[in-house]
């Protein structure tokens, strides 16, 4: 479980629900900009509440199918599941 401890004044902290919610919107953009985001929220969340700690994001993406087979310039087919 991640820790998420950007926090509010009330000492609400930023939790997985959020850090989700950004991934998610921003699922298609590149690991740094996913970060940069989840950062400009958290700083948001947090109404300029100085941190008790550093803030450290690691992203790891890991492409789709259809993402190698476009990079790749395959057909369909050649990277279809079969069971």
Do not use: W, Y
Not at 70 to 79: A, I, N, S, T
């Amino acid at each position: 479980m991640p820790a998420l401890k950007g926090r509010t004044r009330d000492g609400e902290q930023f939790g997985t629900e959020r850090l989700a919610a950004i991934v998610r919107r921003f699922n298609d953009r590149k690991p740094d900009i996913i970060v940069a985001e989840l950062h400009d929220a958290v700083m948001k969340f947090a109404e300029g509440t100085p941190q008790q700690d550093d803030l450290t994001a690691v992203l790891i993406k890991r492409p789709t199918l259809a993402t190698v087979r476009d990079e790749l310039d395959l057909p369909e087919k050649d990277l279809a599941c079969t069971s």
